[in-house]
């Protein structure tokens, strides 16, 4: 279900569809690569934890992953860094 959101999410802001990868911590680019790609879907992320029925219950609840627009700014610099 959240994989099909994003999906639909990244069509309505018309962006392209990556699948989000998961950390691996013996691959150290995957770190890179992970950020690279949280800040190409920045804002189907968004609205994904921001939808309804992703925030019913604390077991089911997305909002804690929501990250603050100076977060998001620090990862464009970060990602500024590790494109050198």
Not at 10 to 26: A, D, M, R
Not at 29 to 49: D, G, K, S
Request: charged fraction near 20%.
């Amino acid at each position: 279900m959240l994989i099909e959101d994003l999906k639909n999410f990244c069509v309505k802001v018309k962006i392209e569809s990556k699948k989000i990868i998961c950390l691996v911590p013996t691959h150290w680019n995957l770190l890179v690569e992970t950020v690279f790609c949280c800040l190409h879907l920045h804002p189907a992320l968004y609205l994904v934890v921001c939808i309804g029925y992703h925030n019913v219950t604390a077991k089911k609840c997305l909002n804690y992953l929501k990250l603050l627009r100076e977060e998001w700014e620090l990862l464009v610099q970060l990602e500024l860094i590790l494109i050198v």
